[in-house]
Each structure stands twice: as structure tokens, then as C-alpha cells.
């Protein structure tokens, strides 16, 4: 049975008590829709562009949100593009209503995550924990190189069928972050995929996290907390894997949440002001295409969301964040409903 061995320092404790309170305000946020839509699609991109670091691209958010709206990314290869668009189905998977069935930390959910992430670049016999006979593909993969190479290939399943035993047994006695620290850890130390270690690690603390109430209605960033804090989390599992004692790493696990915690309490603060702003002074901060259509609607009654789509060469999802953006400011109004839809200037 693995058994991690670890002490609540003073220090986690006073992390997990600024975690739990800062959780609980960012929860408590009275937050309109149009703000609740816009922060959760930015913090998809912020995902994206986050991990595009993984493979070695210098995305800028703009590029992040193309991928949002699978769109092909520019200048990025075929192997790549997949990846990108693979790591946003699991994203997308861990945000909908159908994780919710899964189990909490288990074979099953491993190994889905991992079809995701491996889907339509490797082999679809990989989509199972490696063996003796496999070679391991690096590619974009630094956790690979971390791992513990006395854990023998066939140990492999067992090591981890003994980690998610843990996992479950100790949930009434120990905090939920502290178990997930300890899953970070003990698989980047297990490595057991073929390919894209990081990635399905990765996924899987992002699922853990979003299980136990972090990411959703608190809009922190598991991948951002990941990236931002690479050379940190390297040098702690140096530290850690010596000493066999993972209270350093729970300490610097902590201390990560708690801080990208804060960068999103700020940011959603940012957003509830610019919106204050817009309400008092419509016309501020209005794109060239929202201004277009205010003109054109001088002459034309009324435009579909399709018909804008076709005049500003945008997608559905541009076409609806900018015509919804635009009754919010009470500029346009609302005819119709569904596929009907049609907007039309506010004064009319």
C-alpha cells in the first residue's frame, strides 16, 4: 500500500485556511451573466496559452482564443495543432456535465483523460499505462525525465492502482489539496504513459481540482499555476525525492493555489470595474466592427447574427460576443428568438 510520508506544517495550515476564505469570497461574487461568460471563456484561453508553453509555442492570447473557438492555429505544425486541440476536449470534458458522472480519482477517468490527450497522434493501443516493451516518446515532455526509474515497467499498474487506493481511503482525514499535491507528485514520479506525461498529469490535476471546487466559480487556473511555476515545482521535487518526505512539496503546492487564487480575485475585480465603466459611457472601448454595424443599422432596420458573421468575416462566436456586448451597453435590442434572432439599434 503506498504510503506518502508528510507533516502539516504552519505554514500549509495558514495557506490552506487564506485558500479556503479566498475560495469562499471568489464563490460569493455577485457576477453578472455577460461577465460570468466572458471570464470563463478568457480563462479557457489563459488555459490554452498556457499550455501551448508545454510545446515549445509563443502564443500570444489572441492565438489562444483561435483555439478556443477551434480555430487552427497559424504557423503551428500538424502534430501540434492536434495535441492543442486535444488538450481543449479535455478541458472542455473536465467542465461538463458529463465528468460529472465519473468517479473522483480512478482507472476509468485516467484512462479516458489519457484517449483524449493522445487521440489522432499515437497509436490507440497507448492509451494504457507503458510497459517493459515501449519506448517512451519525450517529445514536450520534462516530467519523463523526473521519474523514479527503480519503479519497473511492470510495477507500472499496480503502483498506481495503490496510489488512487490512497487517494480514496484518505479522503475523510486529510485536506483535498494536500491529496491532490500528492497525486501531482507521485505521477510525475510513476510517469506511466507512453507519451505525454506532462500533458495527461496535467489534465488530471486540472480534473482533481475542478472536483474539489478550484477552477469553476473561482476561475483560478490549474495550467496557469502549473506553467508560471515550472523551474518552483522542479526544484521542490529535486528537494522532495531525496528525502522521501513531500512536506516541502505540499508547502510549495499550497503556496502556488493560494497565489494564482489572488491573480484571479484581482482579475475578476478588473472585469466587474471595466463593466461599470461601459455602463456609464456606451460607446467606450467598442471595436471597429461594433462600430460598423451601429453605422449600418442607421440605414437597414434590423441584421441577424449570421448576416454579421458574413459582413465582418467573423465566426459565431465573435459575431455573438460583440452584438451581445452591444445590448448590454443598451446600444441594440433584441427581436425574435433562436435561429430568428435579429438585432436592431436601441433608439429604434
Partial sequence: MYTPKFN??????????????NRTQLENVDL????????QFQNKAVDILHFSNFLGLEFTLKDAEKVTNSTRPENVDETRSIILKNFKNALDFSRSNVAETYS????????HLTKLLLSQWRETWEVTFRNFEDRIDDRWDSYVGLRDVNIRSNEIENEINELIEWYKYSSPTIAP????????????????FTAGNKFIITAI????????NFGGKTHSSTLRMINQNEEKIQKAYDIVRKTYDLSHWIDIFTSIVMNDLIESREEIHDFVIEEEKSKQQPFLNLNKRQLKVLKYLQNVP???REDYCH???VSTMTAFRDLDDLVRKKLLKIEGRGRGTKYKLATM
Fill in 302 to 304: 434590423t441584421i441577424k
Fill in 177 to 192: 489539496l494536500v491529496r491532490i499535491a500528492v497525486v501531482f507528485f507521485r505521477l510525475i514520479e510513476i510517469s506511466p
Fill in 32 to 39: 453578472s451573466y455577460v461577465i460570468k461568460n466572458k471570464i
Fill in 311 to 313: 459582413m465582418m468575416d
Fill in 205 to 212: 490535476i486540472d480534473y482533481l481540482m475542478l472536483k474539489n
Fill in 8 to 21: 502539516y506544517s504552519d505554514k500549509v495550515v495558514q495557506n490552506l485556511v487564506k485558500i479556503e476564505r
Fill in 104 to 111: 473522483e480519482f480512478d482507472r476509468p477517468i485516467i484512462l
